[in-house]
């Protein structure tokens, strides 16, 4: 089984959440793109740090930005031609390391989320469904919103969310807002608001910003000065008292990637999240550089007999 039991009454479980904002390219052009060194960890790499935490990932949440096929609106049960290009791409390349299927997937304009499981999971998730939000200015073409999944794993509730936002420095009310906006609306089927779930991961291009020349911003990163580049970081300083996002955690940044990001939170304090591995792809196909945020949380297993009669029950 892909996770790990730690005691009697708890699993492990190991999450990637991924997000590329793919800068207008079809799905066609995304798959020829070398997706492998994202989403499986770079195999020339000797950060062994990095190489540990891509190992028996069982949750995959791969989101997109900006992929430029034709569709219309929100699709969340018929999936378009090149969504499904993509999809089994990315299925593809996880199966060179274990056997995973997509649980779910949905599409609002040029945004995609993909959440793949591994397949001894599936018979512990439950309560799947997606949504999606636009928040684009009613007098341009929509393009800012988010896709969103939720389901429970065993007794965990997840919801998982891919957010591109209002972009351009000097707007960061807007972007404040947007994030507002898709966490008061997003829903499901099962009258459960965004932040109701035990874990919601926020990932996406927020395009937040750094509030400083880019130059001076390259050479505090040659010198990995990442406490000083964090100081004028729009989003950390959204956290502070009254901040639109004081209740979501980010892993340590090493990385110079202010747009994109990946952020979780907690329902209660006493739940568990620990980061394993955050970081950037070196794919030069864009001018933004994938991330990828590896973290580990423990869920409460359900009681194998009670799942054994229930599929009994299903199949009589």
């Known amino acids: ?37 994202w989403l499986l960890g770079d195999k020339e790499t000797i950060d062994s740090k990095k190489k540990e935490a891509y190992k028996d990932v069982d949750i995959y949440a791969v989101g997109f930005q900006e992929v430029d096929d034709p569709t219309i609106g929100s699709i969340i049960d018929d999936k378009s031609l090149g969504h499904m290009v993509l999809q089994n791409s990315i299925q593809k390349i996880l199966t060179k390391v274990g056997i995973y299927k997509c649980l779910i997937s949905v599409e609002l304009q040029k945004k995609r989320l993909y959440i793949f499981i591994k397949e001894c999971l599936f018979k512990y998730v439950a309560n799947v469904s997606a949504d999606a939000i636009d928040v684009s200015p009613r007098t341009t073409p929509s393009s800012k919103g988010a896709v969103f999944v939720r389901f429970l794993l065993h007794s965990t509730s997840f919801a998982f969310a891919c957010s591109h936002q209002t972009a351009f420095e000097n707007r960061l009310l807007e972007r404040n807002k947007n994030i507002i906006e898709i966490a008061k609306n997003l829903s499901s089927p099962y009258a459960i608001d ?19 020349p880019k130059e001076i911003a390259e050479k505090l990163a040659v010198h990995t000065n990442w406490p000083e580049l964090l100081k004028y970081d729009q989003l950390e300083r959204s956290r502070e008292p009254d901040g639109i996002s004081q209740d979501y955690q980010e892993a340590n940044i090493t990385f110079l990637s202010q747009e994109q990001r990946v952020l979780v939170r907690k329902r209660k304090k006493n739940l568990t999240y620990n980061s394993i591995y955050y970081g950037s792809a070196k794919l030069r196909t864009s001018d933004h550089r994938p991330v990828i945020l590896i973290f580990d949380i423990d869920v409460l297993p359900l009681d194998e007999s009670k799942i054994q009669v229930a599929a009994v029950a299903t199949n009589s």
């Open 1 to 37: 089984m892909a996770a790990n039991q730690q005691s009697k009454t708890t699993l492990q479980i190991r999450i990637a959440a991924c997000s590329y904002n793919v800068k207008n390219k079809s799905s066609t052009d995304v798959v020829s793109m070398p997706l492998e060194n």
């Open 194 to 212: 965004l932040h109701s779930h035990d874990y919601v991961i926020w990932l996406g291009d927020l395009n937040y910003r750094l509030e400083m």
